[in-house]
DNA sequence: TCGACGATTGCC
DNA sequence: GCAATCGTCGAG
């Protein structure tokens, strides 16, 4: 079984984010078919300081999966339209995530949850067990050249944390 | 209850 | 440049 296991996600969210470049994404579909993909580009939001993160505003009823253990899936909808796919990180009570925005294939995160079916349903699901979506083995590391730059669309956030280098791409 | 706003996208 | 479109959250 290639699929990466509960560990992988229990570490901090600056060390599993660009890990999971290279790695595969991979989606059941409902009539069993199974398409996987290479993440190619993704995001790390860290704990309740980091005013891009959701968490900055504590714990809420959608914020509430980041404060639990790695592994778990967070879905939200932006502009009404898009949901954003994230996976949790680290241990419990330390709110953080990775945004999954860019696969082979399909660039940009509203994009990619489109083509993909992945909607509200998948939150709080968890990669370790879920049936529909998980992540597996891809490229090895020292295959991947990795490019950090800032955050996207998160101006907001104030003059040390929109700064941060914490969008990972591969290429 | 109400209003402001957003980790985006695609069209003008 | 800007509208689409609606769940979330804090204020009233």
Redesign the pocket.
């Known amino acids: 079984m290639n699929r990466l296991t509960r560990d992988f996600f229990m570490r901090d969210v600056l060390e599993v984010a660009p890990g999971l470049l290279g790695k595969t994404l991979v989606r059941k579909q409902e009539n069993g078919i199974i398409k996987k993909y290479l993440i190619t580009e993704v ?1 790390a ?1 860290k704990g309740e300081k980091d005013l ?3 968490a900055s ?2 714990r ?4 509430e999966i980041m404060y639990h253990e790695g592994g778990h899936i ?1 879905i ?7 949901w ?1 796919l ?1 996976f949790v990180t680290a241990i419990k009570d330390t709110p953080q ?1 990775v ?1 999954i925005r860019g696969i082979e294939g399909y660039n ?5 949850t489109r083509n993909l079916f992945i909607d ?1 349903s998948f939150y709080g699901e968890n990669l370790n067990s879920s049936g529909r979506l998980w992540v597996e083995k891809g490229l090895k590391q020292n295959e991947i050249k990795i490019k950090t730059t800032p ?4 101006d ?1 956030a104030g003059e040390i944390y929109k700064n941060k280098l914490w969008r990972f791409v591969m290429g």
């Open positions: 995001e939001y891009a993160c959701h505003k504590g809420t009823p959608r914020t967070y939200y909808l932006i502009y009404g339209m898009y954003m994230n995530a945004l940009g995160p509203g994009k990619l509200k955050r996207i669309g998160i907001y």
